[in-house]
């Protein structure tokens, strides 16, 4: 469904970001009654992470990760791969058939066996976001005594 013409700017952004969250929720589902993931530890929960992922790098609204968001991804993580690793990993994910990762095939390997690199950055991400080795607040006072 298109986005009504009536609105522009942040109405028109905020129905198609409803409109992608819907079609993730699909998929979602579809993973949900699939004999195949019945036995995923806490797959509701994985699920909901990808798609706010997923939707964190689809840059161009298209329900797709192109090669730009893939480039922002891998920056993000820290992790920046030249253009032709990053083609390698979308053949890789995609099988070879897009030159973006859509949805579905975000989640098929996310849950897959195989290890993706760019799984396997994800995963990296998500444990080091859950266990922050820095600590809070502003760091302790120090003199110039304690200086090396």
Do not use: W
């Not at 009536?6 to 198609?16: H, R, V």
């Not at 939707?55 to 990760?65: H, R």
């Not at 991804?73 to 690793?85: F, Q, S």
């Amino acid at each position: 469904m298109p986005v009504n013409q009536k609105f522009q700017g942040g109405k028109a952004f905020g129905l198609l970001k409803a409109q992608q969250r819907e079609r993730c929720e699909e998929i979602n589902k579809e993973y949900m009654e699939d004999q195949k993931y019945r036995d995923e530890e806490d797959l509701p929960e994985k699920l909901d992470s990808f798609k706010n992922k997923y939707a964190e790098f689809d840059l161009n609204d298209q329900g797709e990760i192109d090669m730009m968001g893939m480039k922002r991804m891998m920056e993000k993580l820290g992790v920046p791969k030249t253009h032709l690793e990053m083609k390698k990993m979308i053949s890789e994910v995609t099988e070879g058939i897009s030159d973006s990762i859509n949805y579905r095939d975000f989640v098929k390997m996310m849950l897959g066996k195989r290890s993706a690199v760019l799984k396997l950055v994800m995963i990296f991400e998500d444990k080091a976001n859950g266990a922050s080795c820095k600590p809070d607040g502003p760091p302790p006072k120090r003199d110039i005594t304690s200086l090396p």
